[in-house]
């Protein structure tokens, strides 16, 4: 079992910035991929970005240009800034790890951007 711990949500206005963190809290070899994923009230859970022990990233279309996905392979750590925020962003984000023998989620963070 893998845990990992989630930090950087909160409150914020319209067209603020916030950065979300994602650590293993286990020592890890290596990762497949990491990424952010969030769910609105009422909402699927959704991708938000993704990236690989590579570098290969992948952006939902609502956060191109907006988020940038980050990881440090050493640490086995991933952050996602997250800069012109919208009301419509306000979800739990939930980080994601993938590993070889599995899929580890976090306890999911809440990001409120008011307008």
């Known amino acids: 079992q893998v845990h990992l711990v989630e930090s950087g949500g909160g409150l914020v206005q319209a067209g603020g910035s916030l950065r979300l963190s994602c650590a293993a809290a286990e020592g890890i070899w290596s990762f497949n991929r990491m990424g952010w994923y969030r769910q609105a009230p009422g909402k699927e859970r959704e991708l938000v970005a993704t990236i690989t022990r590579g570098g290969e990233t992948n952006y939902s279309d609502s956060a191109k240009g907006r988020f940038t996905i980050s990881a440090d392979n050493a640490k086995n750590t991933a952050s996602l800034q997250m800069s012109s925020l919208k009301p419509e962003d306000t979800a739990v984000y939930y980080c994601?790890?993938?590993?070889?023998?599995?899929?580890?989620w976090g306890q999911g963070t809440q990001v409120t951007v008011s307008s």
């Open positions: 994601n790890l993938v590993l070889n023998w599995g899929t580890y």
